[in-house]
């Protein structure tokens, strides 16, 4: 090459040159971590740096010369001239990252995927393209991986939660079963037997009422994925409103006092919707401390989603169980103490993760829990 471009402003004619700018002009391309290649406007390649034969297999001046489709699988080849003379028409930088990604040919006939970015420049013997070629087998090979994880991830969900569904929705009718001819022998028989055998049949119509419930929940729990619904425009006060009046009865006994900001409308599913702020709403009432419960709805709009609490003045929650507390069937108190199986907070996490936001708990024991979750908005 007896003249290499050293600077120059895009569409603008070269400047001469001297040999030192020249040298430096070398090393800086030997230094780039791409293949460098300067093809001029009938394709024929005119420079080429070393990484090209790294990433090739050719030496520089092997590639001099030589049209550049021989660096492109034939199947490519002719629809590249055709890409080539338009850019000629139209000649644009188009920088990496800008989309244009190639299948590229080494010298032993193997392939690798390459992005390419190309500008043109103008010199005294007409127009030069430089295109930079990167191999980004590395980058398609994690992009692939992290593609097939997440297929994998997705249905081995979905297997699950069909699983959870087929199996709690199967084990019901025989449990049914199990309760109700239990609750027969004890009806029929109790002035039959004696008290170990009474108490025994007693333990065991709790213990089939309970799976029941367990079972019931766990359906509920797989339903928000198996058996959601498009989502559509959906006005959060009438939500909350629908779910302050299923809890009405409770909301009277505990004498609570219920707060709410002004809530949006957004893309969801009311059914859904309502039952995370019953849940949440509900639980504030069930977690009371010895003051009546005092609950507030709020609302902060962030950019892209907006952040919802509930806040309590309830019994609180240790930080160490924050997290613990979203799992299925995890609770921290005994039943005896305060009714329930654990999976509300499941199905509220569920819930939001479904319509695209996160849910979390911030509290401590005995200053009330401040449950918040988002929603794009
Ligand atoms: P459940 O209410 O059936 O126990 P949840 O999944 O709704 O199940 O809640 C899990 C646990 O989280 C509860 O057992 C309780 O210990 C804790 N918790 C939930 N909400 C509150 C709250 N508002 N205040 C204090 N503790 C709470």
Redesign the pocket.
């Known amino acids: 090459m007896s003249r290499i471009p050293v600077s120059r402003t895009e569409g603008e004619a070269l400047s001469p040159e001297t040999s030192d700018t020249n040298g430096k002009f070398r090393q800086l391309l030997e230094a780039a971590p791409d293949a460098i290649i300067v093809v001029d406007h009938s394709g024929r390649i005119t420079l080429a740096n070393g990484m090209t034969e790294t990433n090739f297999g050719y030496r520089p001046e092997e590639l001099i010369g030589q049209p550049i489709e021989r660096l492109i699988p034939g199947r490519f080849r002719e629809a590249h001239v055709h890409h080539r003379d338009n850019y000629l028409l139209n000649p644009n930088t188009r920088p990496m990252g800008s989309g244009i990604e190639l299948t590229a040919l080494r010298r032993d006939g193997s392939e690798f995927p390459a992005e390419i970015s190309i500008s043109p420049l103008k010199t005294e013997d007409g127009m030069l393209v430089i295109a930079v070629v990167r191999d980004i087998s590395e980058r398609k090979r994690t992009e692939l991986s992290l593609k097939r994880h997440a297929q994998e991830l997705e249905r081995s969900n979905a297997e699950l939660e069909q699983f959870a569904y087929v199996a709690s929705h199967d084990l019901q009718e025989p449990l049914r079963i199990v309760a109700s001819y239990t609750q027969l022998l004890a009806r029929r028989y109790r002035d039959k037997l004696d008290n170990d055998a009474n108490e025994f049949m007693d333990f065991i119509v709790d213990a089939a009422t309970r799976m029941q419930d367990l079972i019931n ?1 766990l359906l509920s729990y797989s339903r928000v994925g198996t058996r959601g619904h498009e989502f559509e425009p959906t006005d959060l006060n009438k939500v909350l409103k629908n779910s302050l009046q299923n809890l009405d009865l409770r909301i009277k006994d505990s004498g609570a006092a219920i707060t709410f900001d002004h809530l949006p409308t957004l893309m969801g599913e009311d059914r859904q919707l309502l039952q995370l702020f019953q ?2 709403i ?3 009432l ?3 401390g010895e003051d009546p419960p005092k609950v507030h709805v709020g609302v902060i709009q962030h950019p892209g989603e907006y952040v919802f609490s ?1 806040r ?1 003045n ?4 240790d930080p160490q ?1 924050a997290e ?4 299925v ?5 005994a039943r005896g103490e ?11 996490k569920k819930i939001v993760e479904r319509h695209g936001g996160r849910i979390w ?1 911030e ?1 401590a024991p005995g200053s ?2 401040t ?1 918040r979750f988002t929603i794009p908005s």
């Open positions: 929940d849940n949440l509900g639980n504030a069930k977690f009371r509930v309590d309830g019994i609180g929650i169980y613990r507390i979203f799992l069937f995890q609770r921290l108190h305060y009714p329930g199986t654990g999976i509300g907070l499941a199905i509220c708990v509290s009330g829990s449950f």
